[in-house]
């Protein structure tokens, strides 16, 4: 036992306690370069994890929003875009109805309508009836919502007749005709995708041809009844009241199918001057 009274003892304590002093604050070892051990090796796995995690975030949050794609014709002619669910737009010639004299107005459309040349709607050959449409003029930028209720127009390269309040909108009344473009929208002319189940009940057809002599119309109807039925004849007037039959045949459910007979129907008849084309049977 160690005596505190005893000077050579205290002497000797004190070397004790400095040397454990030293001791518990001795500065370790330097681990070795490259070896680094089982905790740095987990250091370094979880610091990659975290960049790893951190970039996978990144790209997340800031990769851009994936927009449902739209069918469009840029070709300047008539020729549109049909793919279910989609947005149907088509570029072509426009013209309008409904002028003083022309016989529209008061004439039922398409649709059973009475046709009003104030209204704010449009005849196109195929779509839906009821179709809303946002219509642009080409020629100077204006638009206007329309709504389609009549067929039409029956004149080459023409998409789509305006009454004549639309053709006044768009800017194009006293000229007669103008590029355009539309497009299929909702009520708020938000886009919309072409509704195909409004026409459900309404099946393509072909037109052949717009006649007024009885004897050229039973004469059509002879020679086309073999390849082609129903043939069938819709009463129709022009614009100076003359009355003509609009000859037709088939009834597809598939525009596909139709286009196809009217090309064979086409070629049949490309001495005759006629230019058969895809309408619908109302």
Known sequence: MISLSTPTNWSR???????????????PAPVPVGTGGFLRSIRKVTALLAVGVSLSFTLHCTRPPVLSGGSKSSTGKSSGSRNSGLVFEEEGLASWYGGNGDGFEGKPTA????????????????????????????????????????RGPFVKGRILDLSRRG????????????????????????????????????????????????KNIEALRRELE?????????????????????????????RADA????????????????????????
Not at 13 to 27: D, M, N, P, S
Not at 194 to 203: C, I, V, Y
Not at 268 to 279: A, S, Y
């Open 13 to 27: 304590t004190c070397a004790v306690w400095i040397e454990e002093i030293r001791v518990a604050f001795e500065v």
């Open 111 to 150: 649709n059973g309508e009475t046709f009003d040349p104030e209204a704010l709607t449009a005849a196109h050959k195929t779509l839906p009836l009821g179709t809303i449409l946002e219509v642009e003029n080409l020629d100077n930028g204006k638009k206007v919502l329309v709504r389609v209720n009549d």
């Open 167 to 214: 053709a006044k909108q768009l800017g194009f009344l006293g000229q007669g005709t103008t590029q355009i473009r539309i497009r299929t929208v909702d009520g708020l002319g938000n886009p919309a995708p072409l509704d195909e189940a409004l026409e459900k009940g309404n099946p393509y057809v072909i037109q052949v041809a717009a006649l007024s002599d009885p």
């Open 226 to 254: 073999p390849a082609f039925t129903p043939v069938t004849l819709q009463d129709a007037f022009l614009k100076n009241g003359r009355e003509i039959k609009r000859v037709r045949v088939g009834s597809y459910t598939s």
């Open 259 to 282: 286009e196809k007979a009217a090309n064979d129907l086409a070629r049949r008849l490309k001495d005759r001057g006629v230019e058969p084309f895809v309408t619908r049977k109302r």
